[in-house]
T-cell receptor, first 113, second 114 residues
Framework: AQSVAQPEDQVNVAEGNPLTVKCTYSVSGNPYLFWYVQYPNRGLQFLLKYITGDNLVKGSYGFEAEFNKSQTSFHLKKPSALVSDSALYFCAVIHQAGTALIFGKGTTLSVSS | GAVVSQHPSRVICKSGTSVKIECRSLDFQATTMFWYRQFPKKSLMLMATSNEGSKATYEQGVEKDKFLINHASLTLSTLTVTSAHPEDSSFYIC??????????FGPGTRLTVL
């Protein structure tokens, strides 16, 4: 079965420090991978995606993610965290073009000043 | 990026009434929209896939007669929760798919059934 795992319920970092939010996936074929962010009582905002090409993908708000096929991972990173980055982050995958997103359970990022 | 709106953002209704939620793609056309349900601090659960001009495809366990979906145009999909009950209280989010399979999400609708 297709699935996405976000092993951490919460990640805490200090402002200015680098952050990583982990994601691994299990899908057949070549996955389309996504990261979304959700602020309280809001919908999801698209951050970035990987479909093909360069394994390092740069997205919105200074975030980037690296696709690692051998480790089936797509970790989200940012070199210097901001307090305003505090939110709920979702990794998602599409295993076949045109199908619905399969979401991870989400990771709450808390950035302290 | 593409903009998706939802209306209303918040609705409170009495048990037994029906509620309609609209999802609109504002600056693009979407042949496919999705409806999700999200419980507090939980991930999104796909309810159904809505295709313009055809019947929606419902996920297993989602009652199609309770959650009526209509996708009458390339910019509008509606979800009607019929005979709502307190257990239907939730955060409902729609998304619209663009070319390349990126989905853009609406801001969500908080439904509270008393």
């Amino acid at each position: 079965a297709q699935s996405v795992a976000q092993p951490e319920d919460q990640v805490n970092v200090a402002e200015g420090n680098p952050l990583t939010v982990k994601c691994t996936y299990s899908v057949s074929g070549n996955p389309y991978l996504f990261w979304y962010v959700q602020y309280p009582n809001r919908g999801l905002q698209f951050l970035l995606k990987y479909i093909t090409g360069d394994n390092l993908v740069k997205g919105s708000y200074g975030f980037e993610a690296e696709f690692n096929k051998s480790q089936t991972s797509f970790h989200l990173k940012k070199p210097s965290a901001l307090v305003s980055d505090s939110a709920l982050y979702f990794c998602a995958v599409i295993h076949q073009a045109g199908t619905a997103l399969i979401f991870g359970k989400g990771t709450t990022l808390s950035v302290s000043s | 990026g593409a903009v998706v709106s939802q209306h209303p953002s918040r609705v409170i209704c009495k048990s037994g009434t029906s509620v309609k939620i609209e999802c609109r793609s504002l600056d693009f056309q979407a042949t496919t929209m999705f409806w999700y349900r999200q419980f507090p601090k939980k991930s999104l659960m796909l309810m159904a896939t809505s295709n313009e001009g055809s019947k929606a495809t419902y996920e297993q366990g989602v009652e199609k007669d309770k959650f009526l979906i209509n996708h009458a145009s390339l910019t509008l999909s509606t979800l009607t929760v019929t005979s709502a009950h307190p257990e239907d209280s939730s955060f409902y989010i729609c998304s619209a798919k663009v070319e390349g399979d990126t989905q853009y999400f609406g801001p969500g609708t908080r439904l509270t059934v008393l």
